[in-house]
């Protein structure tokens, strides 16, 4: 699907036979994650299952599409999940739909959601979020702890592998040099993401792309989950506060559950024990 001129990402939907009566989500996935990710599996699995359309969004360069962007994908790019529902809707002929994100994703589709507040389209009925990363420079910050020194590592491994792809898709257009001496996400962000993306640095892009400046204007049901154990994800007071303060906000934190790993034991009758992905799913069906 192209969500700017230019600029497709690769989506998986998985139609029931009546799609245009079926329920539709549209689930996106966190920071170097894809639509292969467990959860998004998970999803679909689940949302199939009750008998909803999924569609399984890509954000931009992944799942096998750094040729199909010059530019990186980030997290204020609310308006690619914008593009595919616009598509699902006059494309693919779909009715209703739901927006489900995780991570990076979950900041995404709140902050898509605030930006539609009331003015939404009719089509669009609730959204969801599994431990979403609302409030971007606290939560890069955390990374840097020493006990998450780990999950810091991975993720800048994988930026830096994605960025030395995307120099050999698009000679001339990413400076690799720009990559010494990073060594810490924010780093990364005030080098390479707000550089080619058009912020004045980390701190500009952790500004305007965060969900937590307009998660209060969310005008649809909405379900937010969030682990009090994630290891890196942070939630302000202040952001907390606004959550609260939205009747139209459900909000779950639990004791455990880590970064999007709400796992359980499965039963052997169709539970996975995957209990976000399946509590994501029963809240579209209730409000289908």
């Known amino acids: 699907m192209e969500v700017a001129p230019g600029i497709k990402v690769r989506c998986w939907c998985h139609w029931q036979v009546d799609r245009a009566s079926a329920m539709t989500v549209i689930a996106v996935h966190g920071l170097e994650g894809s639509t292969g990710s467990q959860y998004m599996l998970g999803v679909a699995r689940n949302g199939l299952a009750a008998g909803m359309n999924v569609i399984l969004m890509n954000q931009r360069n992944c799942g096998g599409m750094d040729h199909c962007a010059p530019t990186l994908y980030n997290s204020s790019l609310s308006g690619d999940v914008a593009a595919v529902a616009r598509h699902a809707m006059e494309q693919d002929g779909i009715s209703r739909f739901a927006l489900l994100g995780f991570s990076m994703g979950g900041n995404l589709v709140l902050k898509l959601a605030g930006e539609w507040g009331s003015a939404g389209p009719a089509e669009f009925k609730c959204v969801a979020a599994v431990c979403p990363a609302m409030d971007l420079a606290a939560s ?140 994501v799913v029963e809240f579209v069906r209730g409000h289908s």
């Open 140 to 279: 890069a910050d955390a990374l840097h702890e020493r006990a998450n020194r780990i999950y810091e590592y991975y993720f800048l491994m994988q930026l830096f592998r994605r960025m030395r792809a995307k120099a050999r898709h698009f000679p001339g257009a990413f400076d690799l040099s720009r990559m010494r001496g990073v060594k810490t996400l924010r780093q990364f962000d005030d080098r390479i993401t707000a550089y080619y993306c058009g912020f004045e640095g980390a701190d500009d892009y952790y500004a305007r792309a965060a969900a937590a400046n307009v998660v209060d204007r969310i005008a649809v049901p909405a379900l937010i989950i969030h682990a009090a154990n994630d290891p890196f994800i942070r939630m302000r007071d202040e952001t907390r506060g606004k959550i609260l303060a939205n009747p139209n906000i459900t909000y779950i934190e639990t004791e455990d559950g880590g970064h999007c790993a709400f796992v359980g034991v499965a039963d052997g009758n169709g539970d996975d024990g995957r209990w976000a992905e399946r509590e």
